[in-house]
């Protein structure tokens, strides 16, 4: 496929006619022709395609497509169909009433083309260069983020099932690539074993005979991984992905007797010396295979919710008086925590040139050094609740709290509540995090006979831990202004951002994957923002006020 670049298009005249006819009252798709033009140009997409070739579908168009199509959750086959059939798409596309549109295999190359080149961001990063030249977005103003659960396109497998699905994956890529070595090394129980996917089969009851099923399982694996190790194969078929899998999955649940430090004594005769079960090691943050046909899905547990998959983080503008559009989706793995998408989102934000002044974020997202590095690498007002202090000082009504020591950073001297300086400061720094902190102490002299010792510690004399100035400063000056009204009303507008997140999860199928793998679970993020992107401007164009929050017919008489 090559691609011939053409000039901007006007909507035919009786698609035009046709469509002023029919939607006297307004449509989002003729508004935002009207007051964006086309978005995007095919000049966008230029260095996707080849410069010989067969000319290509215009990729302006299935850039549009694409935003339509996940706007109003369409299959390929549905939205190819729309281009043909829906008078309000035509007139959007500046499309002929006459025009048969497309195959819908042209939708899935062209996101594979916006995979291999890296360019996904593209769908986003246009419509909001088009929303910004007509006046609807601006960089330096108040953004807010929050993250939603994604579910992986996977079933959810226990261990069991997870051991018995990778060996039959690894035995069907197997299968393809050197079908007449698998035949000659397959024994006939295996296909009764492995044939059929591990839902579609009774398993033996919970107990030995489910243990020794298992372990026969693991025989299975390690029979197949030291014949591909003993014979000369093909290095494609050595290296199918389906095997890698199958061995980071075997090193982590299954071992022979003596190369391992499980107790699991349930076990079974191999060649290679007894198999058996390693002990479970949970299901906590890690490098773990939750499933064959999904290799980066991850298992994660948060606020009583347990789910397998991804996260997406999603930044919207809520400056007063324009319309609140989604500037950035990030997506990563499930087990990837917020506080370390902070600083990457503000890098993404700023290469976009929509870095704000006021960045509203829950506690998950905020931290001192955070804090810090937002104010001085981009002039970025990080503003969140800061973990609160665990001490029991600060449980306690009348404890003295670390708030309520004199700090004199510069003779490194900190001075208690009742007159006594510390006679201790060091700096440490962990080797697991790299954290400089400072560790400050007090005389026992001072503290054995004070009168105040029982509101302030418990032990023979108090030490405190301090973070550096910066940081210190900057959490002590987050806490205060959360405590003024002004800061929570500040503060609470973050709370609109749980709107945006119901609005992507039930009217554009966020929180549910069509595809596997993370850079297409990225490019449905990215093309989902742009599509309630789309969906907020012609609400925008059409005047359309937000709908106000719902209240229940019960609730309401209460008020």
């Known amino acids: 496929m090559s691609l011939r670049l053409q000039p901007f298009l006007l909507v035919p005249d009786d698609t035009a006619r046709i469509a002023q006819a029919a939607f006297r009252r307004g449509n989002p798709y003729v508004l935002l022709r009207g007051r964006l033009g086309t978005v995007f140009a095919d000049a966008d997409f230029a260095d996707l395609y080849p410069k010989l070739g067969q000319p290509a579908y215009a990729p302006w168009r299935l850039a549009l497509v694409t935003l339509m199509q996940f706007r109003e959750g369409l299959s390929d086959r549905q939205a190819a169909e729309a281009v043909r059939s829906r008078i309000d798409w035509k007139y959007l596309l500046a499309l002929d009433l006459a025009d048969a549109g497309f195959d819908f295999s042209v939708l899935c190359e062209f996101r594979a083309r916006l995979l291999q080149q890296g360019a996904t961001e593209r769908l986003l990063a246009r419509l909001l260069d088009a929303a910004r030249a007509g006046g609807r977005l601006k960089a330096r103003g108040r953004q807010r983020t929050d993250s939603t659960h994604v579910l992986a396109a996977v079933r959810d497998l226990n261990r069991l099932e997870l051991l018995a699905e990778t060996l039959r994956a690894a035995l069907n890529a197997i299968a393809v690539a050197a079908p007449d070595w698998l035949r000659a090394l397959a024994p006939p129980e295996w296909h009764a074993r492995h044939d059929r996917r591990i839902e579609d089969m009774r398993l033996p009851d919970s107990g030995p005979k ?41 090193a982590r649940h299954v071992e022979r007797a003596g190369t391992g430090s499980g107790d699991n004594t349930t076990g079974g005769d191999h060649a290679g010396g007894r198999v058996q079960l390693r002990p479970a090691q949970g299901r906590g943050p ?17 606020a009583g919710t347990n789910w397998t998959g991804s996260m997406v983080h999603l930044t919207e503008t809520c400056d007063e008086g324009r319309s609140h559009l ?8 499930a087990n990837v925590h917020e506080a370390m998408r902070t600083e990457p989102i503000h890098d993404a934000l700023a290469a976009k040139g929509l870095a704000p ?19 001085e690498r981009h002039r970025i007002d990080l503003i969140g609740p800061a973990r609160p202090d665990q001490s029991w000082q600060n449980q306690e009504k009348d404890a003295f709290r670390a708030t309520d020591f004199a700090i004199d950073w510069d003779r490194q001297v900190v001075r208690c509540p009742e007159g006594c300086d510390s006679v201790s400061w060091g700096e440490y720094k962990a080797k697991a995090s790299d954290r400089l902190t400072i560790k400050v102490g007090f005389s026992t002299a001072d503290c054995r006979p004070c009168p105040s010792r029982s509101r302030c510690t418990r032990t023979a004399n108090r030490r405190l831990g301090l973070l550096p100035r910066p940081e ?52 449905q993020s990215v093309a989902t923002a742009a599509a309630i992107n789309l969906d907020r401007l012609g609400a925008w164009f059409a005047q359309r006020p937000l709908a106000p929050t719902r209240t229940s017919r019960f609730a309401a008489i209460a008020t």
């Open 326 to 333: 989604v500037v950035h989706a990030d997506t990563t793995p």
């Open 210 to 250: 489910r243990d020794a099923y298992a372990v026969q399982v693991g025989a299975d694996g390690f029979r197949l991984l030291d014949a591909l190790a003993g014979v000369e194969l093909p290095a494609d078929v050595r290296a199918l992905p389906a095997i890698a899998v199958l061995r980071r999955v075997w």
């Open 472 to 523: 210190h400063e900057a959490i002590a000056a987050a806490r205060a202004r959360l405590e003024t009204k002004a800061g929570r009303q500040l503060y609470g507008q973050r709370q609109g951002t749980e709107g945006t997140i119901s609005q992507g999860v039930r009217a554009f199928g966020l929180r549910r994957v069509r595809y596997c793998g993370l850079a297409k679970v990225r490019l």
């Open 357 to 375: 002044s006021e960045h509203l974020a829950d506690a998950g997202y905020i931290s001192a050094s955070l804090i810090v590095t937002a104010r």
């Open 286 to 302: 890690g490098d773990r295979v939750e499933s064959p046909y999904d290799t980066e899905a991850r298992f994660r547990a948060k």
